[in-house]
């Protein structure tokens, strides 16, 4: 709403809570917009990137997304059987 309404349009904020794309992505900032970056942040990759879904879901498959985010999912992991040993 308000001022993100104008040039966030394509960028899906139903994004946040999907599974697949919660964990990493974001709206780009304005001047990443203005600049003709892309719409949406892969907060893991540092990188901003076109706000379709299918240019996310290529994001998401590249091997520098995949070593980050499995580094996060063995990080949670690992928190989580430290918790279950007791
Ligand atoms: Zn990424």
């Known amino acids: 709403m308000g001022k993100w309404g104008k040039y966030l349009k394509r960028y899906n904020k139903q994004w946040e809570s999907d599974p697949v794309f919660k964990a990493w992505i974001q709206p780009s900032t304005e001047e990443a917009v203005n600049a003709g970056k892309g719409e949406a942040y892969c907060k893991l990759c540092a990188t901003n990137l076109r706000a379709h879904k299918s240019d996310l879901l ?15 999912a063995t990080t949670s992991r690992g ?3 430290s918790f279950g040993t007791n």
């Open 58 to 72: 290529d994001h998401r498959r590249t091997k520098k997304h995949t070593t980050r985010e499995n580094s996060l």
């Open 79 to 81: 928190r989580l059987d």
